[in-house]
Nanobody, 126 residues
Framework: QVQLVESGGGLVQVGGSLRLSCAAS????????MGWFRQAPGTEREFVAA????????YYADSVKGRFTISRDNANNTVYLQMNSLKPEDTAVYYC???????????????????WGQGTQVTVSS
């Protein structure tokens, strides 16, 4: 079983940046696709970004493309989400997600997620 713990959330002004980290324990995540989802109050959890096991392929929601970057460090069992040019609509709880496949594309859908972190709050103030 994989345990995922997010960190790096907080309060930031419009246009600012944050870097989220997801530390995995229990087993290696080097063989599975990883991703980030987010959920704002009153909305469903939505896909943000995903990365394949080898970092060869990445996927992004249209709303964050060009502003967010997902990366991973398999040696340290960690996944990152660099968020730049933040907007108020980026305010949400961000969840780290572990898939069931090496491919990143399968990690773009919540139904394919086998492991969830507890979430970290990101608030963008205007």
């Amino acid at each position: 079983q994989v345990q995922l713990v997010e960190s790096g959330g907080g309060l930031v002004q419009v246009g600012g940046s944050l870097r989220l980290s997801c530390a995995a324990s229990g087993r290696t995540i080097s063989t599975i696709g990883m991703g980030w989802f987010r959920q704002a109050p009153g909305t469903e959890r939505e896909f943000v970004a995903a990365i394949s096991w080898s970092s060869t392929t990445t996927y992004y929601a249209d709303s964050v493309k060009g502003r967010f970057t997902i990366s991973r460090d398999n040696a340290n069992n960690t996944v990152y989400l660099q968020m730049n040019s933040l907007k108020p609509e980026d305010t949400a709880v961000y969840y780290c997600a572990g898939g069931t496949s090496k491919l990143g594309i399968s990690t773009t859908q919540a139904k394919n997620i086998a492991h969830w972190g507890q979430g970290t709050q990101v608030t963008v103030s205007s």
